[in-house]
């Protein structure tokens, strides 16, 4: 069974930086492109970035690109995000997905067998 166990949330003022992290155990990781998502109040979970399995192919959703990065550590079995000029829009619980199915769109939350459970980034104005 898949596991994923992200990290790295908090609150942070606007303009901020911060680092999520995600780690996956209980299969070969090197195999699959991974994701990040976000799921902010009131609202339906939507894509953040993904990045292919040797880490060469990344996507971005418009509103994080040129401020977000997405990297991963095959030798660590985890993932990155790296998040900097924090907006308060970009307040919500941050997940990470793993295993999409081949041929879906790795836009849709729909895509992806396993989940973590997520990590909190608040950004305050």
């Known amino acids: 069974q898949v596991q994923l166990v992200e990290s790295g949330g908090g609150l942070v003022q606007a303009g901020d930086s911060l680092r999520l992290s995600c780690t996956a155990s209980?299969?070969?990781?090197?195999?699959?492109?991974m994701g990040w998502f976000r799921q902010a109040p009131g609202k339906e979970r939507e894509f953040v970035a993904a990045i292919s399995w040797n880490g060469v192919g990344t996507i971005y959703a418009d509103s994080v690109k040129g401020r977000f990065t997405i990297s991963r550590d095959n030798a660590k079995i985890t993932i990155y995000l790296e998040m900097n000029n924090l907006k308060p829009e970009d307040t919500a619980v941050y997940y990470c997905a793993d295993q999409p199915r081949s041929g879906s769109p790795l836009r849709s939350s729909s895509a992806y067998a396993y989940w973590g459970q997520g990590t909190q980034v608040t950004v305050s104005s």
């Open positions: 209980g299969r070969t990781f090197s195999t699959y492109y």
